[in-house]
C-alpha cells in the first residue's frame, strides 16, 4: 500500500525496474538504479545519525542528487527542507535557524559559501556534500554524498511513519516579515500528484522536463507526478529561451510547466519556437501568476497540437483551480474551476457564500489542504479555519485556506481573479512580502524611508516599485542602490524600479499610505 511519498517510487521501480525515470545531462537512471541509490542514502542517513522527523535542508542547482535527497530524506523517516539555488547565504540561514535543521545536503562549494553563517545554527550538524572538484573550503566535518550511495542497505527496510507524518516544509513568503514554512504532509504531497496527473492524463508514458525550482509546488509536483505515474523527469538549468526548446526536441519532451517569464521569454522570436514544429510536447501549464494575453495567443500559434492549461493555486493548498484548454477561447482570462476532488468556495467577510458575480475570497476545501505554517499557530490560524459551509452538529472538524485573494464566479462555476486582500507582491511567479523588500532598502544605508509595492506588470504578473525618501545628508545614486540589494537578494526581489520622493504619504494615523501609492500607479 502506498501511503507514503517514497512509496511512490518504490513502487515505480517494481513496476518498470528498467525504464528511464531521471535524466540530467549525460546521466541517465532508470528507476531501479534512482530507488537503490535512494535506499543507500536513507540507510547512510539513518547511520550518520538521522532520526524521525528531523528536518533537512537540500541545496542544489537542479541536479540528480538534489532529486535522490528528497526521497532518501523521506525514507531514512526525515523532513525535506528544498532550499531555492539563487537564495543567499542569509535567506538560507533563516530556513536553518526556522525550522531547526539538523542536516544539510548540498555541494562543497554551497556549503563553503555558507561559512560564515553556520554558527548561527546550533542545530545543524549533520552535513552531507556531493563531490565538486572546484568546491571552496569548508570547516566542519561533512559525509560524502556518493559513498553514501554506495553502501549496502541492509536486506529488509523496516519504515516509519504515516501519511498525516510531515514530509516537506516549502518556504515562502508571508504579507509580513520573513518566509515562513508551508508544513505538507505525506497525504498532501500524494494526493496533490493524483489529482493533478488525473486532469492533466499523465502517465507513464510522459517524459516531463523540469525547469520550476523543486523550492516551488508546481517544480515539486511535476517531480512526484512524474514518479508516482512511472513517467520521466528531465531536469535542466536554461540560460535562454532557445535553450528550453532545443531540449524539448531533444528529449522529446511531453510536458512542461511554467510561470508567466517563462512563457513571455519563450513566445519570443530569438527562442526558435516558430522554428521548430513540437509533435510530442503534449501539453504546458502556467501558474503563479495570470498569462499575458498577447503570449498566450503567441504560444497557441507556435503549438496548434499541444494543450494548454491555465491554473491557479497557493502553497498553502498546493492547486486550487485550472481551466480545460477547450474553454480557453470562451474564457481566456478565467482561473477556471476546480481541480478533482476539490471544493472552491467563495466567501463574503460575512461567512456566507457569494451569489454568481459578487467578488469574495477565495477558500479552498479539500485533500491538498496543508498543515499550516511551521513555528507560527497565529498566522496558521488565520489561514486555516473551520468550514463554513459545514453544519455546526459537525464542529470544528475540517480546516479550509482562506487563500486572501479576491475572486469572482459566473454562472456557470467559472472563477476570475479580482486582487490581493493583502500586499503580498506576486512577480515572476514568486511572492515577494514587501516588507522583507523594505528591510534590505534600510539596510543599505541610503534610505530614510522606505515603501515597496507592486505595479501591474504584463510580463511579471507585478513589477516591484520603491520609494525612497533619501537619508540626510547621503547622496543618493540609484546604480548603488540597486548592486546593494542585488548582493543581498534574488533577482525576482530587486525593485524594477526606484522613485525619490521628499515624504512618504501618510494616513491620518501616520501609517504609510499604500493604498494611496498603489492607487498612484494604477493598481487596486
Not at 539538523?102 to 556531493?130: C, E, H, M, Q, W
Not at 494575453?293 to 496548434?304: D, E, F, H, K, S
Not at 505554517?373 to 479550509?400: C, F, I, Q, S
Request: with cysteine; proline share 7%; charged share 20%.
Amino acid at each position: 500500500m502506498d501511503c507514503l511519498v517514497h512509496h511512490m517510487l518504490r513502487t515505480s521501480a517494481i513496476r518498470y525496474p528498467e525504464k528511464e525515470a531521471l535524466v540530467h545531462g549525460t546521466t541517465r537512471l532508470t528507476y531501479r538504479e534512482v530507488a537503490g541509490r535512494v535506499t543507500s542514502l536513507a540507510h547512510g542517513l539513518r547511520d550518520a545519525g538521522l532520526t524521525r522527523g528531523d528536518r533537512v535542508g537540500i541545496y542544489f542547482d537542479p541536479s540528480v542528487p538534489q532529486v535522490l535527497s528528497i526521497f532518501a530524506v523521506l525514507q531514512a523517516g526525515g523532513v525535506f527542507v528544498p532550499i531555492n539555488s539563487l537564495l543567499f547565504p542569509q535567506q538560507v540561514v533563516h530556513i536553518a535557524k526556522n525550522c531547526r535543521m539538523r542536516g544539510l545536503i548540498t555541494t562543497r562549494s554551497k556549503l563553503a559559501g555558507l561559512s560564515s553563517v553556520l554558527a548561527d545554527v546550533p542545530s545543524l550538524n549533520l552535513f552531507v556534500v556531493d563531490d565538486d572538484p572546484s568546491g571552496g573550503d569548508v570547516t566542519v566535518p561533512t559525509l560524502g554524498f556518493q559513498a553514501l550511495c554506495n553502501r549496502t542497505p541492509p536486506s529488509e527496510w523496516k519504515d516509519v511513519g504515516i501519511e498525516k507524518d510531515l514530509a516537506g516544509l516549502l518556504y515562502t513568503s508571508g504579507s509580513t516579515g520573513k518566509p515562513k514554512g508551508v508544513m505538507l504532509s505525506h497525504a498532501n504531497i500524494m494526493a496533490g500528484s493524483t489529482i493533478v496527473s488525473t486532469y492533466l492524463g499523465i502517465t507513464d508514458q510522459e517524459r516531463i522536463l523540469a525547469v520550476l525550482p523543486f523550492s516551488f509546488d508546481a517544480g515539486l509536483n511535476q517531480l512526484m507526478t512524474a514518479f508516482q505515474q512511472g513517467g520521466t523527469l528531465v531536469l535542466m538549468t536554461f540560460t535562454f529561451a532557445r535553450d528550453i526548446v532545443q531540449m524539448l526536441l531533444q528529449e522529446r519532451i511531453t510536458g512542461l510547466a511554467g510561470v508567466p517569464t517563462l512563457w513571455t521569454l519563450v513566445s519570443q522570436p530569438s527562442s526558435a519556437l516558430h522554428k521548430n514544429k513540437l509533435p510530442h510536447l503534449r501539453y504546458i501549464t502556467n501558474t503563479g501568476g495570470a498569462m499575458p494575453q498577447t503570449v498566450l495567443a503567441v504560444l497557441r500559434q507556435a503549438l496548434p497540437t499541444t494543450k494548454i492549461v491555465l491554473m491557479y493555486g497557493l502553497t498553502e493548498a498546493f492547486r486550487s483551480t485550472y481551466l480545460p484548454p477547450e474553454e480557453l477561447d470562451r474564457r481566456p482570462t478565467s482561473m477556471g474551476k476546480a481541480i478533482p476532488n476539490t471544493e472552491i468556495l467563495v466567501v463574503k467577510e460575512t461567512g456566507e457564500l457569494c451569489r454568481p458575480g459578487e467578488p469574495g475570497e477565495l477558500v479552498h476545501r479539500g485533500p491538498t489542504v496543508s498543515m499550516g505554517y511551521w513555528g507560527e499557530p497565529e498566522l496558521t490560524a488565520k489561514m486555516l479555519r473551520r468550514n463554513p459551509v459545514l453544519p455546526p452538529e459537525v464542529g470544528d472538524t475540517e480546516h479550509v485556506v482562506y487563500s486572501g485573494d479576491l475572486v469572482k464566479m459566473d454562472e456557470e462555476g467559472f472563477l476570475y481573479f479580482i486582487g490581493r486582500r493583502d500586499t503580498m507582491i506576486k512577480t515572476s511567479g514568486f511572492r515577494v512580502s514587501p516588507t522583507e523588500v523594505e528591510e534590505i532598502l534600510f539596510q543599505s544605508g541610503m534610505a530614510k524611508e522606505a515603501a515597496v509595492i507592486g505595479i501591474p506588470d504584463e510580463s511579471l504578473g507585478q513589477a516591484i516599485k520603491a520609494f525612497i525618501v533619501p537619508k540626510d545628508g547621503t547622496v543618493f545614486n540609484l546604480d548603488d542602490l540597486v548592486a546593494f540589494c542585488s548582493k543581498q537578494v534574488p533577482r525576482h526581489m530587486v525593485p524594477k524600479m526606484v522613485e525619490t520622493m521628499e515624504q512618504l504619504p501618510k494616513t491620518p494615523t501616520g501609517k504609510v499610505d499604500y493604498p494611496g501609492l498603489r492607487r498612484r500607479e494604477g493598481g487596486t
